[in-house]
């Protein structure tokens, strides 16, 4: 009796039997494709501008900068204080900046393009080696991905293959 409860309770109403909790391979296929292509996405589509951003900046006016807003920098969520032309700008600094680990405060040298001023890059990053990292290392997991996807999908192809029809 238990035997057959038991049985009873591993089918659903349909007859066929209910999820135990390993994933699919065709779903675990799916998946890994998603991840290569929001990785692959960030990688192309944000760190490499970024890094181009930054490098784009090495020949632009030198200044002394306060941090004013300290975070997360590499997300672009640090601002910095600096004298141009005369004037205090207060301007963010962009995507792919270090310091994140610097407190509101400190200290640094910044470039900025002498025709706007709001466009501003730590001095040390304008050589693109944070977000160019990032890219690399972002791009390298979606190429993981995409391999494992591959793999996901031959296995579930060779599993339809043995499976009598």
Do not use: I
């Not at 600096?82 to 200290?107: H, N």
């Not at 900025?112 to 304008?126: I, L, Q, S």
């Amino acid at each position: 009796m238990v035997r057959a409860l038991d049985a009873m309770s591993n089918v659903g109403a349909t007859g066929a039997r209910r999820w135990d909790g390993t994933p699919r391979p065709l779903t675990s296929s799916l998946v890994s494709l998603v991840l290569a292509l929001l990785l692959g996405a960030l990688s192309a589509l944000v760190m490499l501008p970024a890094a181009q951003h930054l490098r784009s900046l090495q020949d632009g006016v030198r200044a002394r900068a306060t941090l004013h807003t300290g975070g997360a920098c590499m997300a672009g969520k640090c601002r910095v204080e600096f004298e141009a032309g005369g004037r205090t700008v207060v301007a963010d600094l962009p995507v792919g900046s270090g310091g994140g680990k610097s407190s509101a405060g400190s200290s640094l040298t910044v470039r900025y393009r002498a025709d706007d001023p709001h466009v501003v890059a730590r001095e040390t990053d304008t050589g693109g080696g944070g977000a160019t990292v990032l890219a690399v290392v972002s791009g390298g997991f979606a190429l993981f991905f995409l391999g494992l996807s591959a793999v996901a999908a031959v296995f579930v192809a060779r599993q339809r293959r043995r499976q009598p029809s």
